[in-house]
Every structure is written in C-alpha cells, then in structure tokens.
C-alpha cells in the first residue's frame, strides 16, 4: 500500500470515527422531554478479582473517569461498605466461600437511577432519598452484610447510585444465579424493584416486551384504527297516538338523533384514545429498542474499522512508515477509551512493538505523575506542619524560659 493510500485510509477511518459521534456508539437523541418516567435497575455479572477491583476502583474514583466531572467529586456520597477498592478485596475476601469454581460469578453490580427529566424534576434532595431506599431495598434482597460498596455518583450528567455485591445464597456459597437467574426472574425483579421503591417516587416500570414479538408500525397503527368504524342504531320516531298527539316534532327528533350520536361517539373516541395511548409507548419503546440495536452495530463497526488500520499499519514497510505510525496514534488516543478493552489492548500491543507508547502506557504515567504529585503535595503538607510544630514548641519554651526568669528574680 502507498504511504499516501495509507495515510488517506487513516484520515477516513479515524476522520469518520469523529465526524458524527452519535453514528459511532455515542449519545443518541432522547424521546422529547418529560415524557419518560422510568424507575431504572440494571444489573451486571463480574467475574474474576481483576475486573472486580478495576470496577471497585472506578466507582470510588480511584482511576480516571472520562464521563465524570472532576470539580463535582466531592458531591459523590458514600452509603455503605468499602470506601477503597483494597478494604472492597478484603470484604470480598472475608465473605467468601473457601472454595471457588473456576467461572462463578464473583460480583454482582447494580446501577439505580430513573429517566434523567423525573431525576431533574424530582431535584437533588428527593432524588437522594430515592436512591437511599433503592439501597435498602437491595439491602433486604441480599443482606446488609454482602453489600461490598455503595455510593451515589452526582459527578455525572444523571444521578445514580452504584452498588456492589457478593452475590452468597443461603448456603454462603457464589451462586448469582439463584439470585438474579434468567429473564424471566430479572423481569420479576425489575417488577418488584418498581412496586416497592419506584411507585412511592412516581416512577414507573420500564416497558415490558410486548409479546407481539414481530409486529411492524403499519399494524401497530392498524389496531388503532380498527375500531374507527362507527355502527349506530337509530331511535324510531315517536309517532304519538290518536291524531298524531305526543308525537316528536322535527327538531326533537334531531335534537334526540344528535344526543345519541354525540354519546356514541364519545364512547369511541375514550376507547380509541386508550388504545393509541397504549400504542404509542409500545412505539417508543420499539424505537429505542431499534436505536439501542442500530448503535450496538455503529460501536461493532468502529471497532473493526479501528482494527483494521491499525494491522495494515503493522504491515505496512513504506517510507514514510513512521509518520503514518504517528498519525495513526495521536487519532487513536483521542478516542482509545470509548473502544472496548479488548480492541485497545491489540492496538496497544501493535504500538508497543513500534516503540510508541500504547493509550494504557499513557494512562499508567498519568496516574502515576498524579500520584507523585498528590505525594509531593502531602509531603510538602506535612514539612509545613512539623515546621509549625517546631515553632510552636520554640515559642512554648522561650515562654517557659520567660516565666522562670522572671521567679528567680
């Protein structure tokens, strides 16, 4: 491949990538505002110490955290548990079962937050006290005492609280799924989470799926208006009796046709009302459900895009290697931590092997320039103190010295 080819395929591979970032895995547009009031629970299985402490160090801020607003940290409040990924291992390890099966699940970690309007409306200090009872309620779901750390995260854009859990059954054994199972008790979870905590915020359960599993939009507005069509059955005339006495004139009868249309009609438009109610937030659920999907395969697209230049480049010997190396760096590393971790570590190892330092050397250096610098700040705390110390202690005894001279006289 030319040098020109392969720079060109870099500046359209990693130009694309920044181009549009709602096509490329990042935020998609919401449904309009105030129309969503879901009471949200996730949960999420992790297996292995190494992405339990590095799950552990991202909820208590102890690593980077590109999506959190660093001046908003000291906002971030501590329920329960460790306050440090190491005494969250010494939980664990305290709690655990001696032995240990090679794929049990280690963790279970639960992300609490609503429809980010309802958190808005609800403001900060309701919004807490409904992120509180969602810890109890998880409290009393698995026990205070395997809940390894809670805390409400208010330096991101939506409030949550992000807890983690030793998932032990009755028995004290690892056994997440007699705990949360399959779909059908996640459901149920999801349900019971809603019923108990979200309904006394004015929360609502997220949609379930309906079980018109394929149905298209022109259907879905099909059964809206299925009903449309409007059969009356009209009241005779009242004759009246003996020369036409008690008889209606044409304006009664009217009046009384229209009465009874008007009824009908009424009575049509309360059922047509409910039904496109219910119909369109089985479409916006739809909806997301597609955009979720369509952005799953935009992330998968990037991805493979990313690796794909980045092995070409591995391959590539022409002249001007070294600069197509360097362009094709500085463009990954603007973007290396919204790409999976397993995509970064093959691109890290490709730079590696080319004598440039990998998005994971960067990261590794800046943590550690900012732990030196939290020493040396701490360091430079602590010589001012003793310093202080020391004066003080001068100062008391030069009075000591004082009072004594002055008894002898």
Not at 50 to 66: I, V
Not at 83 to 109: G, Q, Y
Not at 195 to 205: C, H, P, S
Request: glycine share 8%.
């Amino acid at each position: 491949m030319e040098g020109a080819t392969m720079a060109n395929a870099v500046d359209a591979v990693m130009g694309k990538l920044e181009a549009d970032k709602r096509r490329n895995g990042g935020s998609w547009p919401r449904p309009p505002v105030g129309s969503r009031r879901f009471a949200i629970l996730r949960v999420a299985k992790i297996s292995g110490k190494g992405k339990m402490a590095a799950a552990a160090q991202h909820n208590l801020r102890e690593r980077d955290t590109p999506n959190a607003r660093p001046e908003d940290r000291g906002r971030n409040i501590h329920l329960a548990g460790a306050r440090t990924a190491d005494e969250l291992m010494r939980l664990w390890e305290d709690r655990a079962p001696e032995k240990i099966r090679k794929n049990a699940v280690h963790a279970l970690e639960y992300v609490v937050t609503a429809s980010p309007e309802k958190m808005a409306e609800m403001g900060q200090t309701r919004s807490e006290d409904y992120l509180r009872d969602a810890l109890t309620w998880l409290q009393n779901k698995h026990g205070a005492k395997n809940i390894l750390s809670a805390v409400i995260h208010n330096d991101e854009i939506t409030p949550h609280l992000q807890v983690m859990v030793i998932p032990l059954d009755e028995r004290g054994k690892l056994n997440a799924r007699a705990l949360v199972g399959g779909k059908p008790q996640l459901s149920a979870m999801q349900t019971d989470f809603a019923e108990r905590v979200g309904v006394k915020y004015e929360l609502d359960r997220g949609i379930e799926r309906s079980g018109r599993r394929h149905e298209t939009i022109r259907s879905y507005y099909g059964r809206a208006t299925e009903n449309e069509t409007l059969t009356l059955r009209l009241p005779e005339r009242a004759r009246g009796g003996f020369l036409g006495r008690g008889g209606e004139t044409d304006a009664e009868y009217r009046d009384r046709l229209s009465e009874v249309a008007s009824e009908a009609v009424r009575a049509v438009a309360g059922r047509l009302a409910e039904d496109r109610n219910a119909i369109a937030q089985e479409l916006t659920e739809a909806k997301l459900r597609a955009a979720n999907s369509e952005a799953k395969a935009h992330r998968l697209g990037r991805d493979l895009d990313v690796l794909e230049v980045a092995c070409n480049i591995a391959r590539y010997d022409g002249s001007d290697r070294e600069k197509v190396l360097d362009r094709f760096q500085a463009q990954y590393l603007k973007l290396a931590a919204e790409l999976p971790e397993g995509v970064r570590d093959i691109v890290d190892d490709i730079l590696n092997e080319n004598d440039r330092p990998s998005f994971e050397d960067i990261q590794t250096e800046r943590e550690a320039a900012e732990r030196h610098a939290r020493e040396r700040v701490q360091e430079r705390d602590r010589a001012a103190e003793q310093e202080r110390e020391a004066r003080e202690k001068a100062e008391r005894q030069q009075d000591e010295r004082k009072r004594d001279g002055g008894w002898e006289r």
